[in-house]
């Protein structure tokens, strides 16, 4: 991952939660996939593995994350260790796990960084892995209105790709719907929340007060990432009316 990316960035500072709805939409998600003891569990892009620690706790048959950045999938595989706990090292497009074996597999925050074709072969993965029936959840960004002018969509994407460092491709909730149905897909629910990453508020909700803190100390300490992030909540900030959170809790046929 390039140093300039704004998920490196933060997480370099400290920030432990970098998912654009915050802590509790990745609550909802998880309430929404109903995970269980009796569940075969896939991560894509479990990251930092704040969402991987919430999972564990629900006790899953079996866990395996698969993260593609080869520094956080060692940092990973320090701490999630144990019977039927794993993480690959790898590309969530094409996961070593057998086909119809998932009872539950979700990702958050990664399918906004790729283009819409690629978006299409990670869900057709999600789907390959999962069991019939089996729940498929996603929490990424999401463009609003729901009928923006294309020129308008093709501004902000480029706007966000160009300060953030990386290729992020949001969708609005119509066209999230309809990449996840068309991979076979049925929706069971779906959530929404404005995208506040870099508020004050989010942050000490997310984080706790100790861990706000700590990050706020560690921006104050590093020139070059204080200015990243400021220019990054600058952004966030002129696209508050075009960008939100989403959530998605799909059933596979």
Same mark, same amino acid.
């Given at each position: 991952m390039n140093e300039d990316q704004w998920p490196w960035v933060l997480s370099k500072v400290?920030?432990?939660?970098? @998912?654009?709805? #915050? @802590?509790e939409l990745t609550t909802q998600l998880l309430e929404g996939l109903h995970i269980t003891s009796n569940d075969h569990v896939v991560e894509f892009a479990p990251g930092m593995g704040f969402t991987a620690m919430q999972v564990?706790?629900?006790?899953p048959k079996s866990y395996t994350g698969i993260e593609i950045n080869e520094e956080a999938g060692k940092n990973l595989q320090e701490i999630i260790r144990g019977e039927n706990k794993r993480?690959?090292?790898?590309?969530?497009?094409?996961?070593?796990?057998e086909s119809s074996s998932g009872d539950k597999v979700f990702g958050e925050a990664m399918l906004t960084m790729h283009a819409d074709s690629r978006k299409?072969?990670?869900?057709?993965?999600? &789907?390959?892995i999962l069991k019939g029936g089996g729940?498929?959840?996603?929490?990424?960004?999401?463009l609003? /209105?729901?009928?923006?002018?294309?020129?308008?969509?093709?501004?902000?994407?480029?706007?966000?790709?160009?300060h953030t460092q990386v290729n992020t491709r949001p969708l609005t909730q119509s066209e999230w719907v309809a990449l996840i149905e068309k991979? #076979?897909? @049925?929706?069971?629910?779906?959530?929404?929340? /404005?995208?506040?990453?870099?508020?004050?508020?989010?942050?000490?909700?997310?984080?706790?007060?100790?861990?706000?803190?700590?990050?706020?100390?560690?921006?104050?300490?590093?020139?070059?990432? @204080?200015?990243k992030i400021l220019e990054m909540r600058k952004l966030f900030q002129? &696209?508050?009316?075009?960008?939100k959170a989403i959530a998605v809790v799909a059933e596979k046929i």
């Open positions: 400290g920030k432990k939660i970098l @998912r654009p709805g #915050g @802590r564990l706790k629900k006790h993480i690959i090292v790898g590309n969530a497009s094409h996961a070593d796990i299409s072969v990670i869900i057709h993965e999600a &789907h390959r729940l498929y959840g996603i929490h990424e960004l999401c609003v /209105p729901d009928d923006m002018d294309p020129k308008d969509k093709v501004a902000i994407q480029k706007d966000l790709a160009k991979e #076979g897909f @049925r929706i069971r629910n779906l959530w929404t929340r /404005p995208m506040l990453l870099l508020e004050p508020s989010r942050i000490i909700r997310d984080e706790g007060i100790f861990n706000t803190l700590t990050t706020v100390y560690n921006v104050i300490r590093r020139p070059k990432a @204080r200015k002129s &696209h508050r009316n075009e960008i």
